[in-house]
């Protein structure tokens, strides 16, 4: 776990420090507490008590509704409605994929592990940095390369096991 958490530390890199320059220091530590938080509900999840995946999935996205709900109303105030065509896509994209990604997560967290999911999750600021270069146009920095590998190189140690049943 450590080698995967080393190789967001070197992807987001020396930039980090800058946090008074612009926004793109605070996008890096968004990017890097989302690995965080991912990795620690990965473990959550795993240690929770047993329920059905459906309901263990369902009780986490009320719970972080719930928590989010005040901080959304002091930033963006009540939301209106702006007509059916946009109003049912977001509750479509709200029901639909969001419900299903959290079971398919929750089924993944108790089939292969916690630590598979916190070691995947380390690809978040990896995948940051692909969808800007291939759709923004940005540089692919050197420290990509290299935090891909220890990345990588943590999710073989994490999973060694299971990888060694699985080719022989």
Not at 130 to 143: K, M, T
């Amino acid at each position: 776990m450590s080698l995967g958490f080393a190789g967001a530390l070197v992807l987001i890199g020396p930039g980090v420090i800058g946090l008074g320059a612009g926004m793109e220091g605070w996008g890096q530590l968004a990017c890097l507490a989302a690995t965080l938080a991912y990795a620690v509900s990965s473990i959550l999840t795993r240690r929770a008590p047993a329920m059905d995946s459906i309901t263990m999935a369902a009780m986490t996205l009320v719970v972080g509704a719930v928590v989010m709900m005040p901080l959304m109303l002091a930033v963006e105030g009540l939301p209106g409605w702006v007509g059916l065509g946009p109003g049912l896509a977001i509750l479509f994209l709200g029901f639909v994929p969001t419900a299903l990604a959290a079971l398919i997560r929750v089924f993944l967290i108790r089939s292969v592990g916690s630590v598979f999911m916190t070691l995947v999750n380390y690809q978040v600021p990896l995948w940051s940095v692909v969808f800007g270069w291939a759709i923004l146009g940005e540089d692919l920095p050197w420290r990509f390369f290299a935090a891909l590998g220890l990345i990588l190189a943590g999710l073989v140690i994490g999973q060694w096991a299971t990888l060694k049943r699985l080719f022989q």
